[in-house]
């Protein structure tokens, strides 16, 4: 019987796995026309755009890259990949917390939004490593 049972579970498994790359896949397809579309919307408007939506557009633009690379990385290697690109960025974090701690007063605006922005990214990417 408890063999029985283990190969249920291994089917379910299986199964529970291609449900899980088949919403990657989706999410992939998403993320792709998001980012298509943005770059049209870019090339045709470039020359209205301010300067720091653009920058901000970029991130966003990379941060779809890395998304569907990290997707299609889950779905060939599988759930586990990317746990040590997760406590790389875990130490970076934590390592630029203490930095904003201590030298907060003597960086100027622009710095100190960009350390914030690349904090922020970097918890956005533990989220999805996690």
């Known amino acids: 019987m408890s063999c029985e049972n283990d190969e249920i579970q291994r089917r379910i498994d299986r199964m ?3 449900i899980e790359n088949a919403n990657r896949i989706d999410e992939i397809i998403s993320t792709t026309e ?3 579309r943005t770059e049209r919307h ?3 408007h470039s020359d209205i755009n301010e300067p720091d939506n653009i920058r901000h557009t970029k991130e966003i633009q990379e941060k779809r890259k890395r998304d ?3 997707l299609k990385n889950k779905i060939v ?3 586990t990949f990317g746990e040590s690109e997760y406590e790389n960025l875990l130490e970076n974090y934590a390592a630029t917390e203490e930095y904003i701690e201590k030298n907060s007063d003597n960086l100027d605006k622009n710095s100190l939004k960009s350390l914030k922005r690349k ?3 970097r ?3 533990m989220n999805e490593l996690k």
């Open 77 to 79: 290697f599988g759930e």
């Open 119 to 121: 904090q922020e990214n």
């Open 16 to 18: 529970n796995e291609k």
């Open 123 to 125: 918890e956005e990417k």
């Open 42 to 44: 870019l090339e045709q």
């Open 68 to 70: 569907v690379e990290n």
């Open 34 to 36: 998001a980012y298509t």
